[in-house]
């Protein structure tokens, strides 16, 4: 497995498409838009103000994560260099890397945090304690 890094983790904008009549159209697809394939998708939404989610990390799976509604931060970090992106628009997100340890927080109220995914879940690609994420991190 390759070892990335922050500077492989990087906000993406996707093509935005707009009518003045009818909103906004934004397109991901599979071989164009992302790195990868997207195999899942999930999004958090009511989550409640004052709490985080992620504290993981994953061993083998790269995603793209989109404020589709509201706003948060995603905090980053390699295990040397910690880096904070604030998603609030529809049309950018946030490329996350395998080997990324990140933590969700600033919801705002009303947020929808999707997420595409470059796998389906599974259990084993995730690490979800810090000190075996650095331990991990040391020996890829």
Same mark, same amino acid.
């Given at each position: 497995?390759?070892?990335?890094?922050?500077?492989?983790?990087?906000?993406?904008?996707? &093509?935005?498409?707009?009518? &003045?009549?009818?909103?906004?159209?934004?397109?991901?697809?599979?071989?164009?838009?992302?790195?990868?394939?997207?195999?899942?998708?999930?999004?958090?939404?009511?989550?409640?103000?004052?709490?985080? #989610?992620?504290?993981?990390?994953?061993?083998?799976?790269?995603?793209?994560?989109?404020?589709?509604?509201?706003?948060?931060?995603?905090?980053?970090?390699?295990?040397?260099?910690? #880096?904070?992106?604030?998603?609030?628009?529809?049309?950018?997100?946030?490329?996350?890397?395998?080997?990324?340890?990140?933590?969700? &927080?600033?919801?705002?109220?009303?947020?929808?945090?999707?997420?595409?995914?470059?796998?389906?879940?599974?259990?084993?690609?995730?690490? #979800?304690?810090?000190?075996?994420?650095? &331990?991990?991190?040391?020996?890829?």
């Amino acid at each position: 497995m390759k070892k990335y890094s922050l500077d492989d983790c990087l906000i993406i904008d996707l &093509d935005k498409h707009h009518s &003045d009549r009818k909103g906004n159209l934004s397109v991901v697809e599979n071989g164009l838009t992302l790195p990868f394939d997207v195999k899942r998708v999930y999004y958090l939404y009511d989550v409640p103000g004052g709490e985080s #989610r992620g504290a993981h990390a994953h061993r083998e799976l790269s995603q793209f994560i989109v404020a589709a509604s509201g706003s948060f931060s995603v905090t980053l970090t390699d295990g040397n260099e910690r #880096r904070t992106f604030f998603l609030n628009r529809p049309y950018k997100g946030l490329l996350v890397r395998p080997g990324m340890w990140r933590d969700l &927080d600033d919801f705002s109220s009303g947020a929808v945090c999707m997420v595409l995914a470059s796998d389906i879940y599974k259990e084993e690609d995730y690490i #979800r304690d810090y000190e075996e994420f650095l &331990d991990f991190r040391r020996n890829v």
